[in-house]
C-alpha cells in the first residue's frame, strides 16, 4: 500500500492547474454532412491546451479526485435538444422487450451509462477516468471522474459507488466483461464497499444478438457508423490510452487526456443512442 507521505509526495509532484475548457467534445458540429455517415468531433491535432477542461476538485474519505460535468445538449449543440425529447419520450415509461428485462416501471433518471478508461486489461492495473451519463434536472449530463494521478483512483472510485447507488439500470459496453468487474476488483484493492444490485444491460450483447449477421463486427464505433450513422474524427485509439495516461502523470503534459476525455464522452454519447435505437425499434415491433 502506499504511504500517506508518498500519496501527498505523487499528488504534488502531479498536480497542475486545472483551469481550461474542455474543446474537444464541445466541438461536435451543429450541422451533418451530405454523407451517409456524419463526422463529429474536432481535428484534435489543433487542439494542444497546457490545462486540464474545466472541472472541481471533489472530496470524500477516499482522498480527492477531480470532477468535469457536461451538458449533453451543451456538448452537441442544436442535435442535443432533439435527442434529449427522443431519449425522454422512449425510456420515459419503459417496458420489457425482448431479454431486456428489469427495466420496467423505471424512470428516466433511474438509467445510468458507464464507461471505463484503465492502465490495462486486467484490474491489477489502476483505472483513472470513470464516465457516466444519466438524466438530471431536465437534461443529459456527462459526469467524468478522473484520478489526476495514481493515488486519486480510490476517491474516484468512492464517488462512483454513490452515483451506481441511486440507479436503478446500468447500460455499459462490454461492460459485464470489462467495466464493472474492472470497477468492482479495484474498489475491493482499496477496501472501497461497491454493490452491485441493479439491473445491468451490456449494449454489445444486444448488438450481437441484432447486428451480427448485418454488420462487419459490433464493435462500438462501427454500431456507431451503421446504426448512428456518425463517425468520428481525431479520435485517439483505445490501445493508446494507457501509455498516454503514464505519460501524463509523469510529465504532466495534458495534451492527450483532452484527446481521452473526447473518447471517453463520444463512447457515452453512443451507448446512450444505441440503447434508443433498441428501443424504439423494439416498440415499433410490438405495434405491429
Same mark, same amino acid.
Given at each position: 500500500?502506499?504511504?500517506?507521505?508518498?500519496?501527498?509526495?505523487?499528488?504534488?509532484?502531479?498536480?497542475? %492547474?486545472?483551469?481550461?475548457?474542455?474543446?474537444?467534445?464541445?466541438?461536435?458540429?451543429?450541422?451533418?454532412?451530405?454523407?451517409?455517415? #456524419?463526422?463529429?468531433?474536432?481535428?484534435?491535432?489543433?487542439?494542444?491546451?497546457?490545462? !486540464?477542461?474545466?472541472?472541481?476538485?471533489?472530496?470524500?474519505?477516499?482522498?480527492?479526485?477531480?470532477?468535469?460535468?457536461?451538458?449533453?445538449?451543451?456538448?452537441?449543440?442544436?442535435?442535443?435538444?432533439?435527442?434529449? *425529447?427522443?431519449?425522454?419520450?422512449?425510456?420515459?415509461?419503459?417496458?420489457?422487450? %425482448? +431479454?431486456?428485462?428489469?427495466?420496467?416501471?423505471?424512470?428516466?433518471? %433511474?438509467?445510468?451509462?458507464?464507461?471505463?478508461?484503465?492502465?490495462?486489461?486486467?484490474?491489477?492495473?489502476?483505472?483513472?477516468?470513470?464516465?457516466? !451519463? =444519466?438524466?438530471?434536472?431536465?437534461? $443529459? &449530463?456527462?459526469?467524468?471522474?478522473?484520478?489526476?494521478?495514481?493515488?486519486?483512483?480510490?476517491?474516484?472510485?468512492?464517488?462512483?459507488?454513490?452515483?451506481?447507488?441511486?440507479?436503478?439500470?446500468? /447500460? #455499459?459496453?462490454?461492460?459485464? #466483461?470489462?467495466?464493472?468487474?474492472? /470497477?468492482? %476488483?479495484?474498489? @475491493?484493492?482499496?477496501?472501497?464497499? =461497491? &454493490?452491485?444490485?441493479?439491473?445491468?444491460?451490456?449494449? !454489445?450483447?444486444?448488438?450481437?444478438?441484432?447486428? *451480427?449477421?448485418?454488420?462487419? +463486427?459490433?464493435?462500438?464505433?462501427? $454500431?456507431?457508423?451503421? @446504426?448512428?450513422?456518425? *463517425?468520428?474524427?481525431?479520435?485517439?485509439?483505445?490501445?493508446?490510452?494507457?501509455?498516454?495516461?503514464?505519460?501524463?502523470?509523469?510529465?504532466?503534459?495534458?495534451?492527450?487526456?483532452?484527446? /481521452?476525455?473526447?473518447?471517453?464522452?463520444?463512447?457515452?454519447?453512443? !451507448?446512450?443512442?444505441?440503447?434508443?435505437?433498441?428501443?424504439?425499434?423494439?416498440?415499433?415491433?410490438? #405495434?405491429?
Amino acid at each position: 500500500m502506499i504511504s500517506e507521505s508518498l500519496r501527498k509526495r505523487i499528488s504534488a509532484l502531479n498536480r497542475r %492547474d486545472l483551469k481550461g475548457p474542455f474543446s474537444n467534445v464541445s466541438e461536435v458540429p451543429e450541422s451533418e454532412p451530405e454523407s451517409e455517415s #456524419s463526422a463529429y468531433g474536432p481535428s484534435v491535432s489543433t487542439l494542444r491546451h497546457q490545462e !486540464l477542461p474545466d472541472g472541481v476538485e471533489s472530496s470524500n474519505p477516499e482522498g480527492s479526485f477531480y470532477r468535469i460535468e457536461h451538458s449533453f445538449q451543451q456538448l452537441l449543440h442544436q442535435k442535443g435538444g432533439p435527442f434529449l *425529447r427522443r431519449y425522454e419520450r422512449i425510456l420515459s415509461s419503459p417496458t420489457d422487450q %425482448d +431479454n431486456l428485462s428489469g427495466i420496467e416501471g423505471c424512470k428516466v433518471e %433511474d438509467f445510468l451509462f458507464v464507461d471505463v478508461e484503465a492502465t490495462g486489461l486486467t484490474a491489477g492495473t489502476p483505472l483513472f477516468l470513470v464516465g457516466a !451519463l =444519466f438524466h438530471s434536472s431536465a437534461d $443529459l &449530463k456527462i459526469v467524468q471522474m478522473f484520478a489526476r494521478d495514481y493515488t486519486e483512483e480510490a476517491a474516484l472510485l468512492h464517488h462512483f459507488t454513490d452515483v451506481l447507488a441511486n440507479k436503478e439500470v446500468v /447500460i #455499459s459496453f462490454n461492460g459485464k #466483461s470489462y467495466d464493472l468487474p474492472y /470497477i468492482r %476488483d479495484r474498489c @475491493i484493492f482499496h477496501g472501497v464497499p =461497491f &454493490k452491485l444490485g441493479c439491473t445491468h444491460i451490456d449494449m !454489445l450483447h444486444e448488438a450481437r444478438r441484432r447486428w *451480427r449477421t448485418r454488420l462487419p +463486427n459490433c464493435k462500438l464505433q462501427t $454500431l456507431e457508423k451503421h @446504426i448512428c450513422h456518425r *463517425r468520428r474524427t481525431g479520435d485517439i485509439p483505445g490501445a493508446e490510452i494507457p501509455d498516454a495516461y503514464h505519460r501524463y502523470v509523469h510529465t504532466g503534459n495534458v495534451s492527450q487526456i483532452h484527446d /481521452i476525455l473526447h473518447h471517453n464522452a463520444l463512447d457515452l454519447i453512443t !451507448l446512450a443512442e444505441l440503447l434508443v435505437v433498441v428501443l424504439e425499434q423494439g416498440s415499433r415491433e410490438s #405495434s405491429e
